[in-house]
T-cell receptor, first 114, second 112 residues
């Protein structure tokens, strides 16, 4: 089955630690995105990538980093510089052929900083 | 002021009722309007998509866009307990990066 796989689903981290969230898609999509979801704030864009080896900052990129070495993979690192990292993180992708807005989402990763 | 405003609710209705959800926006460049449904602890899934102004119907769901008022709506007829979810509006301009602006989401509970 085609889709987006995020791992881990739940992650606990101590303050000062970096963590990496995995996102893999087998939809052959060109564009991939990372969103952060907090209660009452909707989805906010962290980073996005439209092609391998290229990515752009979204609205809240500070304290995060990404890489896009393969078309199917777009990992997100939450660094110790992120002031308030506890959130639900969603990875998404789209084929990029025509702006229909249909993003396909993974099931999310919930990060809790202890 | 947020680019997309959506009342987070929560909204609780009895089974069979009509659910009415709406969003307002400030960016007149938005041309694509979407509604996503998100079940608890899951990723959002696209429910309805509309280009520019007008109405679109899909089964029990109707999406309306009024660009002159910068206002979009989603109506759910004959609501079912399985419709209990968070509904997110999203919109975008004609660009090459497919970036969406999302509302905060409205949590809906349909009581059996």
């Amino acid at each position: 089955d085609g889709g987006i796989t995020q791992s881990p689903k739940y992650l606990f981290r101590k303050e000062g630690q970096n963590v990496t969230l995995s996102c893999e898609q087998n939809l052959n999509h060109d564009a991939m995105y990372w969103y952060r979801q907090d209660p009452g704030q909707g989805l906010r864009l962290i980073y996005y990538s439209q092609i391998v080896n290229d990515f752009q900052k979204g609205d809240i990129a500070e304290g995060y980093s990404v890489s896009r070495e393969k078309k199917e993979s777009f990992p997100l690192t939450v660094t110790s510089a992120q002031k308030n990292p506890t959130a639900f993180y969603l990875c998404a992708s789209t084929s990029g052929t025509g702006n229909t807005g249909e993003l396909f989402f993974g099931e999310g990763s919930r990060l809790t900083v202890l | 002021q947020k680019e997309v405003e959506q009342d987070p609710g929560p909204l609780s209705v009895p089974e069979g009722a009509i659910v009415s959800l709406n969003c307002t926006y400030s960016n007149s460049a938005f041309q694509y309007f979407m509604w996503y449904r998100q079940y608890s602890r899951k990723g959002p899934e696209l429910l309805m998509y509309t280009y520019s102004s007008g109405n679109k119907e899909d089964g029990r769901f109707t999406a309306q866009v009024d660009k002159s008022s910068k206002y979009i709506s989603l109506f759910i007829r004959d609501s079912q307990p399985s419709d209990s979810a968070t509904y997110l509006c999203a919109m975008s301009a004609i660009t090459n990066d497919y970036k969406l602006s999302f509302g905060a989401g409205t949590t809906v509970t349909v009581r059996a």
